[in-house]
């Protein structure tokens, strides 16, 4: 994701078609990053609560 930082940031030739490209390739992977870390870890504990309660 670092790599895609300078070519958002430029000014030089082509640089529009660039950054059009950049932006949600950023987005993509700070999404799925925030999916991963987040979401998925807070919907299997949900599960793992209403499993234990369905057992019982």
């Known amino acids: 994701m670092a790599g895609l930082l300078p070519i958002l940031w430029s000014t ?8 059009r490209i950049a932006v949600p390739m950023i987005g993509g992977m700070v999404s799925s990053t925030v999916l991963t870390l987040v979401v998925i870890p807070a919907v299997y504990g949900l599960g793992e609560r209403l499993t234990a309660r369905v057992i019982r």
Do not use: A, C, F
């Open 12 to 19: 030089g030739s082509g640089s529009e078609v660039m950054q």
